[in-house]
């Protein structure tokens, strides 16, 4: 935790200019998804293809609230987060039932469903074009400029973090992870599995529509391209890449794969096949994901000196 | 009063009778054993008792009370923690964590408390731990306290199960064969650990294989064969009961 | 039936074939190894661009088209020993993941051996279109039914009745039992990678007349492969064939009736409602927990 709060702290040193700002910036709100998205797949267990979808209802429900009907900011973006976490509640009942790969796959469809609904209705979205979106204000002071950015973000990162942590080590985090090891004998020991999954489901679907209503503030706008179904693959595979039940992983996955798309424009039109080879690379000779692996590799040279 | 009581307990599996028309009552206090050849439907009828399989006929009275639970986890709310024939442990958490997630229904907390770590939960969760460790010494794994579970060996997994149930303060306890696969030593341990936990006042339901362990611990066996009654009574009369030698024993023990 | 309904039936079954050889593929893969193959939509464009390239080289179409097959059979294999063989004992999620990044890497590959510009095949016979029941059918469409019927036929019997078939449902049902009979898991695995890969091919050179093909189609074509898949039922073959043909059909009818803009749409929210009622798919079995 310390080590986070440092690096976020101490970033800014290594920072030269604005576009590495807004670089650190979008792994910051990538990071928040990842590390709520964690809760349900690497600690809870269950799977979804379809955050994306609950980002993009946070994303275009701040921007629509603020830009057609004139809302604050801060309240479209709290009732845009409620509201992918009321339809989350809703369909997450149904579908929570479901296992494996057949979750994947309802999840999937309804982020799908989600992101068609987003490119279709273009009176309100803009359709594939995207919208423009109104920048965070609050009471009349604007945050503008990727410094200021920046810091919100990073205090966003470290408090979700934290609220994460905390999570994990109290009853409600040992049900999750109870129900991830053995559903049945969490069942038995009175854990209502079905209450639990829905939790995770409902507040990660709510933290990645913070971060989508983050996200389209900051970039003041938004396109149907973040919405997508490559985009909820994108996030499962930060969460998978940095570590499975390792909120640290989920921060690490979502920097590591935010920053070397960035990096990998050197490339030009090799930066899909390094990237493919990167991500495949590292899953097949780190298969636990970075940081468990690192950490186990450390445990063991700290045991033998 | 009977603690449970099930009357005319039907499950059927595509049309395959697995417990059929079973009636029996358990008293409370006491080690109540079930027996029975492969495929008798023992943990068949521990799965319908713990809410995992709905019978598909009879009622279940918990203190005559009808038991009207539909999950499992309100079965385990109305009193009733079992184990497991192959293990169930949470094998991503420690051992003590797997203890402290069986007394999740002891520690009713909201999301807000858990997300801001309320100083009640600090309290709650160092009472959680040390309870989870006194059942882990109650159990003889003092020594795993700090060990991940999945670095037990299975021995001690047994035993982990029936700390984890014993967490949730159950007050009928149901064991599916906890000395299968131990050596005799192992076997007097958990024979010993049954007697404690009676000693406890918890209801023990023993299904078990071991007729040694079965007839030292039981004040009443309850012998299944293709899901029905075939005898029921204390140790002695079963033990002498022809159609139990027969169908059962016979073949086992002589 | 009116000839608009004969028209839109049509073209769903036409597009239901392609989604039921893709879900093949899935089905196949899922069977040897557990693993959602997340690459397969890529073999699907593999097929229809490396046809599209060997044509434009001067191959006449059935030999192009035996080429592409070949060559996706090829990269198949080459999927499974150098990332799937290697990854052995990964948890189910990092396989998957892996596939993942063998379809980005098979993307960025396409783009730079071919191009970003959207290929066409010519028709295989004509463009002289069929009249049934009221309703015109392209002659492709004959191709790309009649081909798929003969690709489940084939595969019935390739399971069924081939001793290497019987091979990978014996994988599938017990891996163990099937290694300790003698049966070398390493090669079902390449089989089942390459079938399904050529499978897969064969359904990208297929459409690629009546839809045309890009570096890029790989992406929804596998999405609606998986997803036929999933509602047959994930590892049943008749599944997968049905629920192409189901997810088709829903398709053309959503567009045809409701609206075309959110055809998908109505076929995903169909697929939902199925899983929930029938949470293993259509055909898929009832799996019960054994404690």
Known sequence: MLALIAGVALLPLALANNYHYEIAILVGLNAIVCVGLNLLIGYAGQISLGHAGFFGIGAYGSAILTARYGWPPLAALVAASAAAAALAFAVGRPILRLRGHYLAMATLGLGIIISIVVATEDRYTGGPDGMSVPPLALAGFTLAGERAWYWLVGALLVATVWLSLNLIESPVGRALRALHGSEVAAEVSGIDSARHKLLAFALSAAIAALAGALTAHYAGFITPGKVTFLHSIELVVMVVFGGMASTFGAVVGAAVLTALPQLLTVFKEYEMVVFGSVMMLTMIFMPRGLVPTIAALAARRRKAP | ?254 | MSAQLAQFLLSGLTVGAIYALVALGFCIIYNASHVINFAQGEFVMIGGMAAASFLGAGLPLPLAALAAVALAALIGMALVKFAVEPARGASVVTLIIITIGAAILLRGLASIVWDKRIHALPAFSGEQPIEIAGATLAPQSLWVIGVTALIVAALWWFFNRTLTGKAILAVSHNRLAAQLMGISVRRVLLVSFGLSAALGALAGILIAPITFTSWDVGVMLGLKGFAAAILGGMGSGPGAVLGGLTLGLLESLGAGYISSAYKDAIAFIIILVVLVLMPGGLLGGRATERV
């Open chain 2, 1 to 254: 009063m009977s603690l449970l009581r099930a009357e005319g307990l039907s499950k059927e599996f595509g049309g395959v009778r697995a417990i059929d028309a079973l009636d029996f009552e358990i008293q409370p206090g006491a080690v109540f054993s079930i027996i029975g050849p492969n495929g008798a439907g023992k943990t068949t009828l521990l799965n319908i008792l713990t809410g995992i399989y709905r019978p598909s006929a009879g009622r279940l009275w918990l203190d005559d009370r009808l038991l009207a639970a539909r999950a499992p986890h309100e079965f385990a709310a109305a009193g009733i923690g079992r184990t497991f024939q192959n293990l169930q442990i949470f094998f991503n958490m420690s051992a003590l964590e797997n203890v402290m997630a069986g007394r999740h229904l002891h520690e009713r907390c909201t999301l807000a408390a858990a997300l801001l770590r309320a100083p009640r939960l600090v309290r709650a969760e160092r009472a959680c731990r040390s309870r989870a460790a006194e059942l882990l010494a109650f159990v003889g794994l003092d020594a795993y306290e700090r060990s991940a579970a999945d670095a037990l060996p299975y021995g001690a997994l047994k035993r982990l199960e029936i700390a984890r149930a014993l967490a949730a303060e159950p007050r009928l306890l149901l064991l599916d064969e906890p000395a299968a696969g131990l050596n005799p030593s192992e076997i007097r341990e958990i024979d010993g650990l049954i007697q404690r936990i009676s000693g406890l006042g918890i209801t023990v339901v023993l299904v078990e294989h071991n007729m040694k362990l079965v007839m030292g611990v039981s004040q009443r066996v309850l012998v299944l064969d293709y899901g029905r009654k075939l005898a029921e009574g204390n140790t002695e009369t079963v033990r002498n009961n022809p159609r139990v030698i027969e169908a059962y024993l016979g073949a086992g023990e002589h």
